[in-house]
């Protein structure tokens, strides 16, 4: 509130120094008040990321650069390579399924049931991915799930004919795009409802087909958010861990696993710094897709807002 | 113009419900088969799930969880309040320059996975243990940081819609001490963002697992994940009540943060 | 201006993280440590096993960890030996792997409900020597001398030997490890575990190995099996349990024998579960106790390694179908339960323990090879 205004030289040094001790202490109580913050930020998340890069650069015998090379194993890659495809198919399947829900919503009534509806379960199914999914597609598609058995009773056809792939990467896709397309409803909606509808009013005046509304007003305005929420997705992919290891049980496909044996296993021991190693190499996948994200929202909120 | 109005009126209409039909198979499948699923054996299962003191005693591991889980939920959903509001108003008050760094904090979680966060967080709960105990209600320090993103955007949006500066220049003009101000004139005046965050905190507590599992804590979704081995029917009757139950407490927000618009 | 402070923040930063990493926290002086037991080697030490067990009733609880009640009969055990001295036992995470227990006792040390004992596999244990307390149980003599250590820090307890166990009524008896490749087991093989992970996996692999021409030094053929498993659409990436395996859902199961053994005796009369040892491919694996440096309850986990070194806690094991480790001495002696150890699977064809240079070697192959495998 106090506001500093640069005294001119007319005026005597010694009130000049006395006001702007005052400013600084009244600067200092004022950072006092965010000390909580700060403090309980830097302790619980600050610290736990610098201890992950610490590690990822540390051996038996103090810096060592062995972790991340060790990155480089086949193994290691491939993992990298099949969560990346995974967040990658995930998050345009989702994107795409999840744009057209969304559009479908704001063309329904604003305060109706149908979108109230829609977006709370969106809210429970995007956070709710993981253990509960997981069961939920066990009970569905599992070896002894609702339609398996239907379809096997019903219409001679073996689901797992060519092996179970419900516990392997195909299984993880179709799983993650079940909270994938909720997301982006919820990431994706405010910018749809952004939209006004005098756009739509002022393209048909000008002669506008649809089409040219959704190729040369809507589309080019929507592409930022739309794109931006693709990225979100991918970073949210990318990053699940409870869906996969309620799941999966060998092989540990994509990385978040890798990380979860590198510490939690009997057989490979002292692989702590490894799964550091690995957590550091998320953490800079997922920082680029989220500074793009950021880049993206920006342009997004300029027109949108 | 009319007619092509109500023509695409009713192209959105048949769009619109096409794609609600078709979407909505997909979604609700699964809830049908879990329904199905958990009444194989008699409806036994949902029996016992209603019945607490038969559950405990039968899957003391469960009642654990769900009571641990809770416990976690209400702790978090305070810190989160306790920590957010008052750094928000005071940030917004009197040190606008800090805001950008706070808004960045607040969303570096979600840039830091929550399996990145695990590996982290184990010598500073070496520490928590060592000052606070093992229990898995000292989880709360690390749920906060991760509903720090969706916390922190809801409060600064109810933020937004007030004007805090005069709010705050007239109550302390009045005498008011700092602590009145944001408890007695600025809480009350966000409580739909405040209670949107709280929910939304909730929401995520009650289905976080990736942390408790790796600090080897008492939490809902450990316990139905570990109930999975022994118990498939209960543990899928259980999945489908946290769903419906989350469900069921964001449609009641939804209402009635509507509600109190409409009642301004 | 600004970028020196926020320099000098970060480099505070990171200076508070390595020493975070680098220090625990002071342990919490355990004030019932009155009776000396946290630095007895020997129940002598404390002046006899009555001391002992006085020691232990006063501390009256028991912390273990990873113990799953239908492992190796310890649900008996555990009961067993709360009646016997009544002492509390709290069993922790039966899921957990030996991995696990090293972790809670790093996270929980100095509290009161840290790990008082392990059950490890002998990888683990040699690796984390540091973190025990040597103590030598009143029959340490009959423990042959390959499978302890001089001091004590850990001695073998059980073993067993790698198996399959199959559902007679849904598939075909196998006979050999390489029977199941036929399309009669077609998606119904499962491994207990994944192998980079759990030992009880890894010992399966090394068992298909020496069953398609392998040999311990050699675990390729083994993951090459599976990989034709895999293949042949055999292989069910699913993680059998009590459950599946009652329900069905896998009939076919590669585990250790006394966790088969004691599957088939669980489900007799709802399910026709059997174990088979494959002929020249026996695979041999022992479990090793250790005591932790840092017990919260020293007397009681001293007494625990007494009670499950005695003829009693043997022949429990015994009835989980696990070989005790006094087997032999007890044989000799004749305090061995008798129908228990003759109702053991048949084991043909010399045992094979892997060593700790061939261990090594396969766990190399196997991080770099399993993914691959069965992806």
């Given at each position: ?120 379960a969106?809210?429970v199914l995007?956070?709710f991915g993981g253990v509960t999914l997981a069961f939920a597609f066990l009970a569905t598609i599992g070896l002894s799930g609702f339609v398996t058995v239907f ?15 419900l ?8 799983v993650?795009?079940y909270f ?63 869906t996969?290891?309620a799941l ?58 | ?24 198979v997909f979604f609700l499948l699964p809830m049908i088969a879990m329904v199905e699923f958990a009444s194989r054996g008699?409806g036994?299962t949902w029996?016992?799930l ?157 289905g ?13 979704q450990?316990?139905i994940e570990?109930l999975g081995?022994?118990s498939a029917t209960m543990s899928v009757a259980v999945s489908l009540a946290a769903l419906v139950l989350a469900f ?17 | ?375």
């Amino acid at each position: 509130m106090a506001d500093v205004v640069d005294t001119p030289d007319l005026v005597a040094p010694k009130p000049e120094i006395r006001a702007h001790r005052r400013v600084g202490i009244a600067r200092a109580r004022s950072l006092l008040g965010t000390v909580p913050f700060f403090a309980y930020v830097v302790i619980f998340l600050v610290i736990p990321t610098l201890v992950v890069i610490i590690g990822a650069f540390t051996g038996d015998g103090g810096f060592t650069l062995a972790n991340v090379s060790a990155l480089g194993a086949a193994y290691i890659v491939d993992a990298f390579v099949r969560s990346i495809v995974l967040s990658a198919v995930t998050a345009v399947v989702g994107a795409v399924l999840g744009a057209l829900l969304a559009y479908a919503l704001v063309t329904a009534k604003p305060n109706g049931l149908l979108r109230r509806a829609v977006t709370a379960a969106s809210g429970v199914l995007a956070q709710f991915g993981g253990v509960t999914l997981a069961f939920a597609f066990l009970a569905t598609i599992g070896l002894s799930g609702f339609v398996t058995v239907f379809l096997k009773d019903h219409l001679g056809f073996d689901l797992y004919a060519n092996g179970v792939w419900l516990f392997e990467l195909p299984g993880l896709v179709l799983v993650y795009t079940y909270f994938q397309i909720p997301l982006m409803v919820i990431v994706f909606l405010p910018a749809l409802d952004g939209i006004r509808p005098q756009w739509r009013e002022a393209t048909e005046s000008l002669g506008g087909s649809t089409w040219n509304y959704w190729t040369r007003v809507a589309g080019p305005l929507l592409t930022p958010a739309f794109l931006g929420s693709t990225l979100l997705l991918f970073a949210n992919a990318f990053s699940a861990y409870a869906t996969a290891a309620a799941l999966v049980s060998q092989g540990n496909p994509i990385v978040p696993l890798q990380i979860r044996s590198a510490l939690t296993s009997e057989v490979v021991l002292g692989q702590q710094n490894l799964g550091k190693a690995m957590a550091l190499g998320m953490v800079i996948v997922v920082a680029v897709v989220m500074a793009l994200y950021a880049l993206l929202q920006r342009r997004t909120a300029k027109w949108l807002a | 113009m009319a007619g092509l109005i109500a023509r695409r009126a009713r192209r959105q209409r048949v769009f619109r419900w096409a794609v609600v039909l078709v979407l909505g198979v997909f979604f609700l499948l699964p809830m049908i088969a879990m329904v199905e699923f958990a009444s194989r054996g008699g409806g036994e299962t949902w029996r016992l799930l209603v019945d607490w003191p038969q559950l405990s005693e039968k899957y003391p591991d469960l009642a654990t969880g769900i009571v641990a889980s809770l416990g976690q939920a209400a702790l978090t959903a305070l810190l989160m309040l306790v920590l957010l509001v008052p750094t928000a108003v005071w940030v917004r008050l009197r040190l606008p320059g800090l805001r950008r760094l706070v808004e960045f904090i607040c969303l570096l979680p979600l840039t830091i996975p929550a399996i990145v966060l695990v590996v982290g967080l184990a010598p500073v709960y070496a520490w928590v243990n060592y000052f606070l105990g093992g229990s898995s209600l000292t989880l709360t320090f690390a749920y906060t940081i991760l509903v720090l993103p969706y916390a922190y955007r809801s409060i600064d949006t109810g933020l937004s819609a007030i004007d805090v500066k005069t709010l705050a220049e007239a109550a302390r003009s009045l005498g008011c001490g700092w602590a009145t101000v944001m408890w007695r004139v600025v809480l009350p005046n966000i409580r739909s963002a405040v209670l949107s965050a709280a929910f939304l905190t909730v929401a995520l507590v009650l289905g976080e697992f990736t942390i408790a599992s790796l600090l080897h804590r008492d939490n809902l979704q450990v316990a139905i994940e570990f109930l999975g081995k022994s118990s498939a029917t209960m543990s899928v009757a259980v999945s489908l009540a946290a769903l419906v139950l989350a469900f069921i407490m964001l449609m009641l927000l939804s209402l009635f943060g509507d509600r109190r618009k409409a009642s301004r | 201006m600004r970028i020196s402070r926020s320099a000098t923040a970060l480099l505070a930063a990171t200076a508070m993280a390595a020493a975070v990493t680098a220090c625990s926290p002071p342990e919490k002086k355990s004030a019932s440590d009155s009776s000396g037991a946290a630095t007895a080697t020997s129940a002598t030490d404390l002046g006899g096993l009555d001391a002992l067990v006085t020691a232990a009733k006063k501390e009256g609880q028991l912390n273990v960890i990873a113990l799953p009640p239908d492992w190796a009969n310890y649900g008996e055990i555990i009961k067993a030996f709360g009646d016997k001295y009544g002492i509390k036992v709290n069993s922790a995470q039966p899921d957990g792997s030996s991995q696990d227990e090293i972790n809670a006792a790093d996270q929980l040390k100095g509290q009161d409900k840290a790990p008082d004992v392990f059950d490890l596999s002998p990888a683990v244990a040699t690796a984390n020597v540091a973190k025990f307390a040597p103590y030598k149980v009143s029959t340490f003599a009959d423990v042959p001398d390959a499978l302890k250590d001089a001091n004590g820090t850990w001695v073998n307890d059980y073993g067993g030997y790698m198996s399959i166990g199959y559902d007679s009524s849904k598939v075909p008896a196998p006979t050999a490890v390489a029977d199941l490749l036929k399309p009669e087991y077609k998606g119904k093989v499962a491994l207990n575990g994944d192998p980079t992970q759990a030992g009880a996996a890894f010992s399966g692999v090394v068992m298909a190995s020496l069953g398609s021409g392998g040999s311990g030094d050699d675990i390729a053929p083994g993951v090459d099996f599976f990989s034709k498993l895999k293949k042949a659409g055999n292989f069910l990436p699913v993680d059998p349990g009590p459950t599946t395996i009652e329900s069905g859902q896998t009939p076919v199961v590669f585990d250790w024998d006394y966790l088969n053994v004691a599957q088939g005796a669980k489900l007799s009369g709802k399910v026709q579960w059997k174990t088979l040892v494959p002929a020249n491919a026996v695979v041999g694996g022992y479990y090793a106790q250790a005591i932790s440096k840092d017990a919260p309850h020293p007397a009681a986990a001293r007494l625990w390694e007494e009670f499950l070194y005695s003829d009693a806690g043997q022949n429990l094991w015994l009835k989980g179908g696990a070989r005790p480790v006094r087997a032999d001495a007890m044989a000799k002696a004749g305090t061995i339960d008798a129908t228990a150890y003759g109702a053991l699977p048949k084991v043909e064809g010399t045992p094979v323990f892997l060593t700790d240079a061939q261990t090594t070697k396969a766990k190399e192959y196997l991080s770099a090879n399993w993914s691959k495998a069965i992806g």
